[in-house]
């Protein structure tokens, strides 16, 4: 099943928004979305991960909310959390945003596709080229396991596909 997840991830790739998360160029990619519960305005990693959990066959991607944070605690209320500090390939990795290492009410959400021991690769939707939240595209990148981060996207762990 996880093999299956990193296809469904992988098929998104380039998937671009309209300028200010104003929706999807590719109109079937934005009926996928809206069918998962995107928004016009909203950020949209989370919801690209729920999308491909959704498509891999898991009924868990009923927990994944339109917010990283959100998504930790609907896991932990369902007493379905399996926070880990490595991943599987299919897990969803949540990041807490951190502005002078005081912790922010933002983050990020991205699909774990091959896993290291230093580095381990993602598809993430919402992101840009240097990997942030506020992005464009969905897009392939290689994230470090860095749960200490002052400034940016800190890693909070791995919720891992079941």
């Not at 990619?29 to 928004?39: C, I, P």
């Not at 990041?95 to 598809?123: C, L, P």
């Not at 992101?127 to 890693?155: C, H, M, W």
Request: aromatic share 12%; glycine share 12%.
């Amino acid at each position: 099943m996880e093999k299956y997840v990193k296809e469904i991830a992988e098929s998104f790739i380039g998937q671009k928004e309209i300028h200010g998360n104003q929706g999807f160029i590719d109109k079937l990619f934005e009926v996928k979305m809206r069918g998962v519960g995107f928004y016009t305005g909203a950020p949209w990693c989370a919801f690209f991960a729920k999308l491909v959990w959704k498509d891999a066959g898991t009924e868990r991607y009923k927990l994944i909310a339109g917010s990283a944070l959100q998504t930790m605690r609907n896991f932990v209320k369902s007493e379905k959390l399996e926070l880990t500090a490595k991943p599987n390939i299919g897990a969803i990795g949540i990041y807490r945003t951190m502005k002078n290492s005081k912790a922010q009410t933002t983050g990020h959400v991205a699909v774990v596709i091959e896993v290291g021991d230093s580095t381990f690769t993602t598809i993430e939707g919402n992101t840009n080229a240097k990997g942030g939240r506020e992005g464009i595209e969905v897009a392939k990148k290689i994230r470090s396991y860095k749960f200490y981060e002052p400034d940016g996207l800190q890693l909070m762990g791995f919720i891992n596909f079941k």
